[in-house]
């Protein structure tokens, strides 16, 4: 009996990219204690609830741009899009429109921006670190085009519903924003380690001679990769109106660091073929955490972003160094 429990934890820790998950894990738990010392109200049920719905935005994108790392790519108009998508669908609700209507048109925009980002890389063949910084800056062009380059009037009483929908109402006694990116994570974890279009994910990252080869479809996995990424960020710019009640133009601002965070500290490998969803949970927990428990400590917003952005490199630096070795120095003869 003893064995096999030992040879259960050996398979579970044998997944690949479990072993920086259980780590980051340890890490958010020691967070947590630490934080919680430091002001009990930290484990407050009021900021533990109002913690969980500041996080799922983030963690919302994390799961976009996962998928678009395990790939060995980036999205650099994960934020552009997310404010787009709050401008546009703002700016039709207060123009009269039916708030679901104007929830539809804004997602199949947003996805019309991930197959064009798809196509530009597999496609066309450009960096994914130029092409998504066009598409960032055509997005914000149009987050600022739409309501004339002004923020929008609130989006009135007619969308009470679709603000509580997306933010303010609760079920089962939790924020909706919560089961929101409960449900994407469940249903983009299944696609991404239950499916072929998971496993093409995957061998693209790892080694796409290799993938091509084997007969994967390099260019419809890319832009699969990046219309998830495009919707995810769309979901969280409907958030993010009905957060405010209007559509802001700068909405989505650093959302592109906060979803690489989330995704390199759970242990998504930047140099693709290795990430694991539950991985960027704990990711975007951490960030969250640390956001909130540095808030509690009155610590100002700038060396919050510093703490941030030191975590951010050393994450990258340490899977470098493990991905590819330790650079050695050459002895001296």
Same mark, same amino acid.
């Given at each position: ?43 407050? &049920? ?72 798809? #196509? ?66 469940? %249903?983009? *974890? ?15 990252? &790892? *080694? ?45 601002? &650093? ?36 956001? *909130? ?22 994450? %990258? #630096? ?16």
């Amino acid at each position: 009996m003893e064995k096999e429990k030992q040879s259960a934890l050996k398979k579970f820790l044998a997944i690949r990219g479990m072993g920086q998950v259980v780590t980051v894990t340890v890490g958010l738990i020691v967070l947590c204690i630490v934080f919680g010392i430091m002001n009990p109200n930290f484990f407050s &049920s009021r900021n533990i609830g109002n913690l969980l719905r500041q996080i799922a935005p983030i963690l919302i994108v994390g799961i976009g741009q996962s998928y678009v790392l395990i790939t060995g790519n980036i999205d650099l108009s994960i934020g552009s899009v997310l404010g787009m998508s709050c401008m546009i669908s703002a700016t039709l609700m207060t123009k009269g429109m039916n708030p679901w209507v104007a929830v539809i048109l804004t997602v199949i925009i947003c996805i019309l921006t991930g197959v064009l980002n798809g #196509l530009l890389v597999a496609q066309c063949k450009l960096p994914p670190f130029i092409a998504t910084l066009g598409t960032m800056t055509v997005a914000r062009g149009v987050a600022q085009f739409v309501n004339g380059n002004y923020n929008t009037d609130a989006i009135g009483e007619e969308a009470e519903f679709f603000r509580d929908v997306f933010y303010y109402g609760k079920t089962a006694g939790i924020f909706n924003p919560v089961w929101i990116a409960l449900i994407l994570f469940l %249903v983009f *974890n299944f696609l991404l380690s239950r499916t072929r279009t998971g496993r093409h994910t995957y061998a693209i990252g &790892s *080694n796409i001679d290799a993938a091509k080869l084997s007969g994967v479809n390099v260019v419809a996995t890319t832009v699969k990769v990046y219309v998830v990424s495009a919707f995810c960020s769309c979901i969280a710019g409907l958030i993010t109106c009905a957060t405010a009640g209007m559509g802001t133009m700068d909405a989505g601002n &650093s959302y592109e660091m906060y979803a690489v965070a989330a995704s390199v500290i759970g242990g998504v490998s930047t140099l693709g073929g290795q990430g694991l969803l539950i991985g960027t949970v704990i990711g975007a927990a951490i960030w969250g955490v640390l956001q *909130n428990g540095l808030q509690f400590a009155g610590a100002p917003v700038v060396i919050r972003n510093i703490v941030i952005g030191i975590i951010v490199v050393v994450s %990258v #630096l340490l899977d470098v160094i493990i991905r590819t070795g330790a650079p050695r120095k050459k002895k001296v003869k």
